[in-house]
C-alpha cells in the first residue's frame, strides 16, 4: 500500500471514531447465546478479555449495531441509500411522512438525519432540504456503511476490497505482534486457538474465537495506532464471517493456519507471521467467493 493510501485510510478512521465506539456498545445476538451455553459449562476462556471482545463484536454480524425505532429508521434510510434505492441529489422523503410512518419524532428523525450527514452520506441545506451526497463522499470505514454496503448482495468482486483493507493491516500487525507479544499475550492466544478447535466446522462457535484471535493479534502488535485501527479491522472481520457463514468447506480447514500463526509468533519470526497471515487471508477471500457463488445457485 503506498504511503498516500495509509494516510488516506488513517484519515478515515478518524472520522468515523464515534461511529465505532457507539457500535461496540451493541449487544449480544444468536451468536452470543452460543457464548453464554458454553460459559455456563465452565468455559476457561470465560473471563479472556480479546473473547469478551469478540462476543460484543458478534452482534454486528446481524447488520447495524443500533436497535429500537431510532436504529430501523436509520438502517431504513442507509440501506436505501446504499442500495441505491435513493440516488445522490435525491432529496429525503418529507419529513412528516417518515415520522408517520414509524411512528418517530420530528426532534427523532432529525438525529437520524444528523448521523447520516456524520457519515457523509447526506447534506442539509437551507431551504432546498436534505439530499444524498455523491458516493466518493461517503465514509465507506463507517461500521454501519460497512455493514450496510456488504449484505445479502454483496459480489466476490465487492467482498475484494473488503480482503484488499485486511492485507493492508493484518500481516503488519502480526510481524509486530511476533517481535513484541508477551508471554502472557501468547499463553492467551494460544488458548483462543483451542477453543477454535474444540468448535471444529460448526460455523456459529467457531467465529467468537476466530474473531478473538484477529483482534489479539492486532493489540499484541503494541503499536497504539494499530490498536486504534482494531474496531475498524473488527466490522471488516464480522463482515467476512457474515458472508462465509455458510462456507461449504466449513471451518476446520484454517486451522493449520493459525496454529502456524501462533508458532511463528512464538518463536518471534515477523515474516513467517506475516506471511502465514497474507496466506489466511486468501484462503479466508476464497472461502467467501466460495460461500457466495453457493448462494447465487441456491437462488437459481
Request: charged share 25%.
Amino acid at each position: 500500500m503506498a504511503r498516500h493510501e495509509v494516510l488516506w485510510l488513517f484519515g478515515c478512521y478518524l472520522r468515523c471514531g464515534s461511529s465505532i465506539a457507539l457500535a461496540e456498545s451493541s449487544t449480544m445476538c444468536s451468536l452470543g447465546r452460543v457464548r453464554d451455553n458454553r460459559m455456563n459449562n465452565g468455559n476457561s476462556m470465560k473471563n479472556s478479555a480479546p473473547l469478551s471482545r469478540a462476543s460484543r463484536m458478534t452482534s454486528r454480524m446481524a447488520g447495524s449495531s443500533h436497535s429500537g425505532l431510532h436504529g430501523r429508521l436509520l438502517n431504513e434510510i442507509g440501506l436505501s441509500i446504499v442500495r441505491g434505492e435513493l440516488i445522490p441529489g435525491d432529496q429525503l422523503p418529507n419529513g412528516d411522512d417518515w415520522s408517520a410512518s414509524y411512528g418517530a419524532s420530528r426532534t427523532g428523525l432529525r438525529e437520524v438525519v444528523k448521523v447520516l450527514a456524520g457519515k457523509g452520506m447526506v447534506e442539509m441545506r437551507p431551504r432546498t432540504g436534505t439530499r444524498v451526497r455523491p458516493r466518493k463522499d461517503w465514509n465507506f470505514l463507517d461500521p454501519d456503511v460497512l455493514l450496510w454496503r456488504f449484505g445479502s448482495r454483496t459480489t466476490a468482486e465487492e467482498a475484494r476490497s473488503l480482503f484488499e483493507l485486511r492485507r493492508a493491516i493484518e500481516p503488519t500487525a502480526g510481524a509486530l505482534a511476533a517481535q513484541r507479544a508477551s508471554p502472557e499475550q501468547i499463553a492467551d492466544l494460544r488458548a483462543i486457538l483451542e477453543e477454535m478447535e474444540q468448535a471444529g466446522d460448526d460455523g456459529e462457535r467457531f467465529a467468537v474465537p476466530d474473531l478473538a484471535f484477529h483482534q489479539a493479534i492486532l493489540h499484541m502488535s503494541g503499536n497504539e495506532l494499530i490498536g486504534s485501527l482494531a474496531a475498524l479491522i473488527e466490522t471488516a472481520l464480522v463482515i467476512s464471517f457474515r458472508l462465509s457463514d455458510d462456507n461449504p468447506a466449513g471451518q476446520r480447514h484454517s486451522l493449520s493456519l493459525h496454529r502456524q500463526i501462533v508458532e511463528s509468533i512464538e518463536k518471534r519470526d515477523s515474516a513467517a507471521t506475516s506471511k502465514v497471515l497474507i496466506d489466511l487471508l486468501d484462503g479466508a477471500e476464497e472461502d467467501v467467493r466460495r460461500s457466495l457463488a453457493a448462494r447465487l445457485g441456491r437462488q437459481k
